[in-house]
C-alpha cells in the first residue's frame, strides 16, 4: 500500500473513498479479527488516545461495538448522550465539539439525526471523526463489516450480486453498502414499494428491482433493511401485515431461489415484518457474524485514522506476555 | 434640492422604447427632461454619466427586512442601503415580520422608518391572513390605505384554495395583487432541498418540483375563476414555466417574479451540505434554470425578484437540515443578471432593465420603472463592465448569508439616485 492509500483525517462515509482505501481497511480489519477471540482482548496500539462517543440518537449495538473496539485497542473513551448532556439544554453541534476539543481528546465518533453532521464536524475541528450514522446519509462502518461478512463468505466481492432490501429512502445503510459495494467491483441491487425508494437512485449506479421475488432470483446475498415502524403512520406503505406479505423475506420465498442466499440485516429487527425469524435464525443468516466483523472493522477504522500502519504486526500484539 | 444633470449616459428606458446616449435632467425630484445637448439650469449639479449606462431604478417586488422584530438580522435602513448599493431605488417589504405586517399600524411602521432612513422607497406588503397564520383576513382597506402595494403570506403558501379565491376576490376591490409562495405543505413539509440525485446522495428529504407546480396550477385556476391578479413568487422548476405561459397565452392575470439564484444555480451547489445554497424553493436542476432563463427572456416571468432574505451567521453554521432557508440578494442582483443573462446572450441590457425595473413597477402598480418626463427622479447608473469579486465582508446588508462569496462577477451600480437625491455613490 501506498502512502495515498491512507483515509484522511475523518471516515464521514464511503464516498469519499476510493476502492483501495476500502481494501485497506477490510484487510485491516482482518488481523483484528482475532484479538477479541483471545483471552486478554487487548492490544495498545492505541494507548494515550481518548475518544469521545457522542451519540445524539439511540444506538445500542453501534456504540457499544465502538466502545469495544476502542478499549481492546486501549484507548480511554468517554461516552456523552444527547439526553442528559448540555446539548439538551440548547448547545449547537459545533459548540459541543470545540468544548470536547478543548479538553484535547484525539476522535470522535458521532452518530446523529441530521444528514452532513459528521462531516460539518470534521470541517470545524481538528481531532479524527468518525461517522456512527448521520441521519438518511451513511453508515460506513456497518457496510465496512457488511463487505467484510460477504467478504469471508464468499471469498470475494467482486462480480457479487447484492440486493438490498426494504426502506432504502430512508437507510443510510443502504446509501454506504451501495457506494462500498459498486466501488469494490459487486452488482448492487435495491428492491422496495417505491414509495421507499428515492427518486434517481440508479444513477448512484444500481439496479431497481420492483418485486422481491425477482430480488431472490437475482441475488447471491440479501441485506434486508430495518422498517422503521413510524413510516406507517407516515403514509409511506398501508401497514406492517401488507409489508411483510408483498416484501417480507420468508422462508417460503426463499425456497424458490436459485442457489442459497446469504441473508444479512443491520438490525434491530423487526421480527414478521421484513425479516420472519426462521429466516434470520437459519443456516444461511450471518446476523451475528455481522456483529463479531463490527468490532474488527471499527478496530480497523480507529487504528488507520490514528495513523497505524497497514499490516504492522505491532497492531495486533499484545503488551503484556 | 439641486437639479441633477447626468450628461452623456447610454440612456436605456424600455418604458419609452429609448436606447441611445443622451442627458439626464432631473429637477425637483422628477425627471425634467432626456435627450441630447440639454442645457444646463445654474445652479445644477452636473455629473458626468459618459461610458455608464442611465436607467430608471431596479425596483424588488420580494425582499425580507426583518424589522419589526429581528433586527439583529436587517433593519430597514441597512436593507434600504443594501439596496441603493445594488441599484435598487425601490423594495416591496414582505409582511412576515413580528409582528406581522397584517395592520396599518405595521404598515405605517413600515413606511415611516424608510421615511427615516431615506435611501430606498419602501413599498409594503401586507399578509392576506391575520398572522400568516390563521383563516381570518386582516382589514385590507386599511392596510392599502397605509401603503400596502400588494399582499401576501410570503415564507408559507396560502395555505387554503378558499382563502386564496376569496382574496383573489377581495383584493380586485383595491386593484392589487396577491402575491404567492407556492409550495403545497403536504408535499413538501420537512424538505431541505430539491428532490433529485443530489438530495438522494445527500440523505436528505427532497421538496419534489411538484410541490410548487400544484400551487402555482391552482392560483391560475383561480385567477380565471376570480379574475384577480396573482403573482406567483421566485419561480423555479420548468413545470411552473409552462403552467404560466399557457396561462399568459390565455390572457390571465397572471405575473410571475424569478430570483438570481434559480437563474444562477443548480442543487449541486447544496453538495458538501453547504447551508448558503439552502433556500425555499430550492435550488433545482439544470433543466429548470435553463427553463427559468427562457422564461425571463420571452417575457413568461415578467420580473427578477431577489427574495433577500437575511439570516444570522449562527443560522447557517449549523446541520444543513436544521438551517433556515434563504440567501441575501441586494447587492449581487444585478451583477448576476448581468453576467448570468446579458453575458450568456439570454437578455440585452434593455431586457435586463425590462425585468429588473420596468415590469415590477408596472405589474405591482409603482412610481417608478421609467424616465418619462414626470416620472420619479429613481435613478441608477451602471458600469455593466466592471468586474469584482463578491465579498460578503463589504456588504451594506447586516448579514453575510450568501452563496456568491468569492464568485466574480460582471456589472456594478455607480451611483443610485431616489427622488432627485444621490443616496449611494460607489466609492
Not at chain 2, 445644477?44 to 459618459?50: F, G, L, P, R
Not at chain 2, 426583518?66 to 430597514?76: A, H, K, S
Not at chain 2, 398572522?131 to 390605505?145: D, I, K, M, T, Y
Not at chain 2, 468569492?406 to 443616496?423: F, H, K, L, N, Y
Request: some cysteine; hydrophobic content about 40%; proline content about 5%.
Amino acid at each position: 500500500m501506498t502512502a495515498a492509500a491512507g483515509l484522511g483525517k475523518d471516515l464521514t462515509g464511503l464516498e469519499p473513498l476510493s476502492a483501495d482505501q476500502i481494501r485497506l481497511i477490510l484487510d485491516t480489519a482482518e488481523p483484528f479479527k482475532e484479538v477479541s477471540e483471545r483471552q486478554i482482548k487487548k492490544v495498545p496500539a492505541l494507548r494515550g488516545k481518548t475518544i469521545v462517543n457522542l451519540f445524539f440518537e439511540a444506538s445500542t449495538r453501534t456504540r457499544i461495538s465502538f466502545e469495544f473496539a476502542e478499549k481492546r485497542l486501549s484507548a480511554d473513551t468517554v461516552n456523552v448522550a444527547a439526553v442528559g448532556s448540555s446539548v439538551s439544554k440548547g448547545e449547537t453541534l459545533v459548540d459541543t465539539a470545540r468544548n470536547l476539543e478543548a479538553m484535547r481528546i484525539d476522535m470522535v465518533v458521532i452518530r446523529h439525526g441530521s444528514s452532513g453532521a459528521a462531516r460539518f464536524l470534521g470541517d470545524r475541528i481538528n481531532s479524527n471523526v468518525i461517522n456512527a450514522g448521520d441521519g438518511k446519509h451513511e453508515h460506513p462502518t456497518q457496510a465496512l463489516l457488511d463487505m467484510l461478512t460477504l467478504r469471508d463468505r464468499f471469498g470475494r466481492l467482486e462480480g457479487l450480486k447484492i440486493a438490498i432490501v426494504g426502506d432504502v429512502l430512508h437507510s443510510r445503510v443502504a446509501r454506504s453498502n451501495i457506494w462500498g459495494l459498486t466501488k469494490l467491483g459487486a452488482e448492487v441491487a435495491v428492491c422496495g414499494p417505491y414509495s421507499l425508494l428515492p427518486r434517481g437512485i440508479e444513477e448512484m449506479g444500481v439496479t431497481v428491482l420492483p418485486r422481491v421475488e425477482d430480488a431472490i432470483q437475482w441475488a447471491d446475498a440479501l441485506n434486508v433493511l430495518r422498517l422503521q415502524l413510524e413510516r406507517m403512520t407516515a403514509g409511506f406503505i398501508p401497514s406492517l401485515r401488507e409489508y411483510n406479505r408483498v416484501f417480507g423475506i420468508t422462508s417460503e420465498r426463499l425456497k424458490r431461489a436459485p442457489r442459497d442466499l446469504l441473508i444479512l440485516h443491520p438490525g434491530p429487527m423487526n421480527r414478521g415484518v421484513e425479516i420472519d425469524s426462521d429466516v434470520a435464525d437459519g443456516e444461511h443468516s450471518v446476523i451475528l457474524p455481522q456483529v463479531t466483523n463490527g468490532v474488527a472493522v471499527r478496530m480497523a477504522v480507529l487504528y488507520l485514522l490514528a495513523g497505524g500502519r497497514p499490516g504492522s504486526p505491532a497492531a495486533v500484539q499484545g503488551a503484556e506476555p | 434640492m439641486r437639479p441633477i444633470l447626468l450628461r452623456g449616459g447610454r440612456v436605456i428606458d424600455p418604458a419609452s422604447g429609448r436606447d441611445e446616449i443622451a442627458d439626464v435632467l432631473l429637477l425637483a425630484g422628477k425627471v425634467e427632461a432626456v435627450g441630447q445637448g440639454i442645457g444646463t439650469p445654474d445652479d445644477a449639479e452636473v455629473m458626468d454619466a459618459s461610458g455608464r449606462i442611465v436607467a430608471p431604478g431596479f425596483i424588488d417586488l420580494h425582499t425580507h427586512l426583518r424589522e419589526p422584530g429581528q433586527e439583529d438580522l436587517e433593519t430597514i435602513a441597512t436593507g434600504a442601503l443594501a439596496a441603493v448599493a445594488g441599484g435598487f431605488t425601490a423594495v416591496c417589504a414582505m409582511p412576515n415580520t413580528d409582528p406581522v405586517c397584517d395592520n396599518q399600524g405595521v404598515v405605517g411602521f413600515v413606511v415611516s422608518q424608510a421615511q427615516r432612513a431615506g435611501k430606498a422607497r419602501v413599498y409594503p406588503i401586507g399578509a392576506v391572513s391575520l398572522g400568516q397564520r390563521v383563516s381570518s383576513w386582516p382589514n385590507s382597506a386599511e392596510l392599502v390605505g397605509a401603503g400596502a402595494v400588494a399582499v401576501s403570506d410570503d415564507g408559507h403558501p396560502v395555505p387554503s384554495s378558499h382563502l386564496m379565491r376569496t382574496a383573489l376576490e377581495y383584493a380586485n376591490v383595491f386593484g392589487i395583487p396577491v402575491a404567492d409562495h407556492c409550495e403545497d405543505m403536504s408535499l413538501a413539509e420537512g424538505g431541505a432541498m430539491h428532490e433529485g440525485i443530489v438530495c438522494t446522495r445527500l440523505g436528505l428529504k427532497g421538496i419534489p418540483s411538484a410541490a410548487e407546480e400544484i400551487i402555482v396550477a391552482r392560483d391560475i385556476i383561480l385567477s380565471e375563476l376570480t379574475g384577480g391578479h396573482v403573482h406567483l413568487c421566485h419561480m423555479s422548476t420548468r413545470g411552473s414555466v409552462e403552467l404560466i405561459r399557457r396561462a399568459k397565452d390565455k390572457g390571465l392575470k397572471v405575473t410571475a417574479e424569478a430570483c438570481p439564484h434559480h437563474f444562477t444555480l443548480t442543487h449541486e451547489s447544496c453538495e458538501g451540505y453547504n447551508t448558503n445554497a439552502k433556500m425555499n424553493p430550492p435550488l433545482r436542476e439544470a433543466a429548470d434554470r435553463e427553463a427559468i432563463r427562457e422564461a425571463l427572456r420571452d417575457g413568461t416571468i415578467d420580473a427578477i425578484a431577489t427574495d433577500h432574505a437575511p439570516h444570522h451567521y449562527d443560522a447557517k453554521e449549523r446541520e444543513f437540515d436544521q438551517a433556515p432557508n434563504g440567501i441575501i440578494g441586494l447587492e449581487t442582483a444585478f451583477a448576476l443578471a448581468n453576467s448570468e443573462l446579458v453575458g450568456a446572450g439570454v437578455l440585452t441590457l434593455t431586457g435586463l432593465v425590462e425585468r429588473m425595473s420596468t415590469m415590477p413597477a408596472r405589474i405591482f402598480h409603482l412610481p417608478g420603472g421609467s424616465l418619462a418626463k414626470g416620472a420619479p427622479a429613481d435613478v441608477v447608473l451602471l458600469d455593466p463592465e466592471a468586474e469584482w469579486t463578491v465579498n460578503p465582508a463589504e456588504f451594506r446588508s447586516r448579514s453575510r448569508n450568501t452563496p456568491f462569496g468569492g464568485r466574480s462577477v460582471r456589472g456594478r451600480a455607480v451611483m443610485t439616485i431616489v427622488r432627485g437625491q444621490v443616496v449611494f455613490q460607489l466609492s
